[in-house]
């Protein structure tokens, strides 16, 4: 859909605006922002320049994005609004360039005849096959707007998620990376100036100082070196992760983890239970929300777990089968889903799950980052007191030869 740059007046206060927007045509933009009491005082196609282009590539879009986005559309087509009309009037309700633009895109294409469900599965790297798929089983069921709404819950629990987590890592991510800088600033400015005068009496020091002087000369010489280094390890490591068996590897260790390894299973495991338990409310069958699920729950190792358990159901085995073997999946599980199976309720047995491992994981989270700050604290202590250790001990050891 074409993008145009207006200068518009507000009829009330009379301030005026000029910003990138997005719409079928010239009379479409200034038809919604007449609604909005405004006046166009210019307006000109800007699809093909480079603003749009950059503020396309600035402005990505985000989970929250979507969040605010599921929720807003579930509304109004809760509220019996037209599809098109809805994607048309969240244009305007949007302050994300990109999002603008592709809800416009996407309204476009289902006036022009196309499923809103096609429409998402257009744009994979935004929307999901599991997105696209409870989408798919509203318009087949004529519920899109429940499936919209429960949609929009789910996405955003699984945002609420996600925020814990990074809330969680954030303190001592900045800690560290802190006392990494200050130990760098030690090592390169202050440690030669006091152990310069240790080196020229020429007594024999302290293994301890002798490491700290080495290590202090090496950062001296090779800082640059180290970090150019240190870079290159970091692509390089990417660049293995993203292949099957780096990423194998990394979810593995991710699982065997000490502490953080039981957080991590709570989590694939409130992802695996709350996506096919949505999957299946939707009406899709056990066997796709199963192949949806592999794909979503974002660890190689349960999703070939999934894909086992998918295997064994087509050769008419129980849903629980391959669970019950496997090291990875805590045994309350299978044996719920069991119960499930056989009283036809496994919906309402994977939101007991979701509901009970997402609790656990919350707890969880909320005490490592109780227990975060002391620990940080005593590495703080160890490495500062090794450092002055370090430093006085030869110090002290001269003053007594005098």
């Known amino acids: 859909m074409p993008i145009f740059k207006y200068k518009a007046k507000n009829n009330i206060t009379g301030k005026t605006k000029s910003e990138l927007t997005v719409g079928i045509n010239e009379a479409d933009v200034?038809?919604?922002?007449?609604?909005?009491?405004?006046?166009?005082?210019?307006?000109?196609?800007?699809?093909?320049?480079?603003?749009?282009?950059?503020?396309?590539?600035?402005?990505?879009?985000?989970?929250?994005?979507l969040v605010i986005f599921s929720r807003q559309f579930s509304v109004m087509i809760a509220a019996n609004v037209p599809v098109v009309?809805?994607?048309?009037?969240?244009?305007?309700?949007?302050?994300?360039?990109?999002l603008k633009k592709m809800i416009a895109d996407i309204a476009f294409e289902v006036d022009s005849g196309a499923l809103l469900s096609d429409a998402f599965a257009k744009r994979p790297k935004i929307f999901s096959e599991f997105f696209v798929n409870i989408i798919k089983s509203g318009e087949t069921s004529g519920k899109l707007d429940e499936v919209l709404t429960y949609l929009a819950d789910e996405t955003e629990k699984s945002y609420d998620m996600a925020?814990?987590?990074?809330?969680?890592?954030?303190?001592?991510?900045?800690?560290?990376?802190?006392?990494?800088?200050?130990?760098?600033?030690?090592?390169?400015?202050?440690?030669?100036?006091?152990?310069?005068?240790?080196?020229?009496t020429g007594m024999q020091l302290p293994l301890a100082t002798r490491i700290i002087i080495a290590i202090s000369n090496f950062l001296q010489n090779y800082l640059i070196?180290?970090?150019?280094?240190?870079?290159?390890?970091?692509?390089?490591?990417?660049?293995?992760?993203?292949?099957?068996?780096?990423?194998?590897?990394?979810?593995?260790?991710?699982?065997?983890?000490?502490?953080?390894?039981?957080?991590?299973?709570y989590i694939y495991l409130v992802r695996f239970s709350r996506t096919l338990s949505t999957l299946l409310k939707g009406g899709v069958t056990i066997t796709r929300a199963l192949e949806i699920t592999a794909n979503v729950v974002g660890n190689v190792v349960y999703r070939d777990l999934i894909l086992a358990t998918l295997e064994s159901i087509n050769d008419g085995n129980p849903l629980s089968t391959v669970m019950?073997?496997?090291?990875?999946?805590?045994?309350?599980?299978?044996?719920?889903?069991?119960?499930?199976?056989?009283?036809?309720?496994?919906?309402?047995?994977?939101?007991?799950?979701?509901?009970?491992?997402?609790?656990?994981?919350?707890?969880?989270?909320?005490?490592?980052?109780?227990?975060?700050?002391?620990?940080?604290?005593?590495?703080?202590?160890?490495?500062?007191?090794?450092?002055?250790?370090?430093?006085?001990?030869?110090?002290?050891?001269?003053?007594?030869?005098?």
């Open 30 to 65: 200034v038809k919604r922002l007449s609604r909005q009491n405004f006046s166009v005082l210019a307006i000109a196609d800007k699809t093909d320049s480079l603003e749009a282009k950059i503020n396309l590539f600035l402005n990505s879009i985000k989970v929250k994005d």
């Open 85 to 98: 009309e809805s994607l048309l009037i969240l244009i305007d309700q949007t302050n994300n360039f990109s």
């Open 163 to 200: 925020s814990k987590i990074k809330g969680a890592m954030i303190y001592p991510a900045f800690i560290l990376v802190g006392l990494l800088a200050v130990a760098v600033i030690l090592m390169v400015y202050v440690i030669p100036n006091l152990t310069s005068m240790l080196t020229e």
């Open 225 to 265: 070196l180290l970090i150019l280094t240190l870079v290159g390890l970091i692509i390089a490591v990417r660049y293995y992760l993203r292949t099957e068996v780096g990423r194998y590897q990394l979810d593995t260790f991710k699982l065997k983890m000490p502490i953080f390894g039981r957080l991590f299973k």
């Open 324 to 402: 019950e073997a496997s090291n990875d999946v805590p045994k309350m599980v299978p044996q719920m889903l069991s119960v499930g199976e056989r009283t036809g309720r496994i919906d309402s047995v994977l939101d007991k799950i979701t509901d009970f491992y997402g609790r656990e994981s919350s707890a969880m989270l909320a005490n490592l980052s109780t227990l975060m700050e002391p620990i940080i604290m005593v590495i703080m202590g160890v490495g500062v007191g090794i450092m002055v250790a370090a430093i006085l001990m030869p110090m002290y050891n001269m003053a007594n030869q005098f």
